[in-house]
């Protein structure tokens, strides 16, 4: 079954750090997703994509994140200045879309990021 | 009032008992409701997808959707000590993105 997939699983980085998150989505999927869960809270929205664009974004997804689908099928979050706070869990998603209906999201396992 | 609600538990039940979650929300453009399990450090799994109110059944899992109440719900039926994980809620509006609940932790003891 085709998955989600995100590298690299940990990534432990110095505070100040610029650090990159990538994720492979499903070959077909056509919106693309990132989320944050800080250990032991909620998943917490950040981005969407869709048509190489964002579609919608979160309070939390300032000036300090972007995203980019640098080709056809990576998809990265990148955090500049990483600051110890942004130590988290962060999952990508991924969906295929139809005119009729929303098709749910399937997620990677995530990567786990240490900030120092 | 948060979007989505959903007690973090932790719930602890015997193996072979009824398992029931639930979430409240406060937006009625939703109309996507989602129900992932989460094992300790791994990705949000799909168990169950429905469109609207009502009831949808996949094995020993059971969705229910009342829109009226604005309350949804997962019955785990039999339930095994791999069933031990956090479930979260999820839900949409149409074409628009899920927000989650706070996700419930559950351990089935053998």
């Known amino acids: 079954e085709p998955e989600v997939t995100q590298t690299p699983s940990h990534q432990v980085t110095q505070m100040g750090q610029e650090v990159i998150l990538r994720c492979v989505p499903i070959?077909?999927?056509?919106?693309f997703y990132w989320y944050r869960q800080i250990l032991g809270q909620k998943v917490e929205f950040l981005v969407s994509?869709?048509?190489?664009?964002?579609?919608?974004k979160s309070e939390i997804f300032d000036d300090q994140f972007s995203v980019e689908r640098p080709d056809g099928s990576n998809f990265t979050l990148k955090i500049r200045s990483t600051k110890l706070e942004d130590s988290a869990m962060y999952f990508c998603?991924?969906?295929?879309?139809?005119?009729?209906?929303?098709?749910?999201?399937?997620f990677g396992d995530g990567t786990r990021l240490s900030i120092l | 009032q948060k979007e989505v609600e959903q007690d973090p538990g932790p719930l602890s039940v015997p193996e072979g008992a009824i398992v029931s979650l639930n979430c409240t929300y406060s937006?009625?453009?939703?109309?996507?409701f989602m129900w992932y399990r989460q094992y300790s450090r791994k990705g949000p799994e799909l168990l169950m997808y429905?469109?609207?109110?009502g009831n949808k059944e996949d094995g020993r899992f059971t969705a229910q959707v009342d829109k009226s109440s604005k309350y949804i719900s997962l019955f785990i039926r039999d339930s095994q000590p791999s069933d031990s994980a956090t479930y979260l809620c999820?839900?949409?509006?149409?074409?628009?993105?899920?927000?989650f609940g706070a996700g419930t932790r559950l351990t089935v003891k053998p």
């Open positions: 998603a991924s969906r295929p879309t139809t005119v009729t209906s929303n098709q749910p999201q399937h």
């Open positions: 070959s077909n999927h056509l919106y």
């Open positions: 994509f869709y048509n190489n664009e964002i579609s919608e």
């Open positions: 937006n009625s453009a939703f109309q996507y």
């Open positions: 429905t469109y609207s109110s």
């Open positions: 999820a839900m949409s509006p149409p074409n628009n993105d899920m927000r």
